[in-house]
Nanobody
Framework: VQLQASGGGLVQAGDSLRLSCAVS????????LGWFRQFPGKEREFISV????????YYADSAKGRFTISRDNAKNTVYLQMNSPKPEDTAVYYC??????????????????WGQGTQVTVSS
């Protein structure tokens, strides 16, 4: 099982950035998928989740209206589109996966699988 996150880097405030997470070793179409982030010295915090069929999404207040989660079941990839990022969005971003029945556990920070992190740095 592998969740490979990519797309992080240095971006200016107000620009856009799209994170990707390619999943292998699991039946992608049966997974609930999500994104988290972690600030230095803090615990990982939930950003967004998408259901196995893409019909349901949910966002933390910090992400509403700025970030969009999506998935491409043909490419086994989940995305996080970050629009108008702010310097306070600077963090390590992680993708996560759970079985389709563990939606709530993922939202609570208890996914079955974690990807490696990708650093996002937003300059002012």
């Amino acid at each position: 099982v592998q969740l490979q996150a990519s797309g992080g880097g240095l971006v200016q405030a107000g620009d856009s950035l799209r994170l990707s997470c390619a999943v292998s070793g699991l039946t992608f179409s049966r997974l609930t998928l999500g994104w988290f982030r972690q600030f230095p010295g803090k615990e990982r915090e939930f950003i967004s989740v998408i259901s196995y069929n893409g019909a349901y999404t949910y966002y933390a207040d910090s992400a509403k209206g700025r970030f969009t989660i999506s998935r491409d079941n043909a490419k086994n990839t989940v995305y996080l589109q970050m629009n108008s990022p702010k310097p306070e969005d600077t963090a390590v971003y992680y993708c996560a996966a759970s079985s389709m029945s563990d939606y709530d556990r993922l939202v609570r920070g208890l996914p079955n699988y974690w990807g490696q992190g990708t650093q996002v740095t937003v300059s002012s």
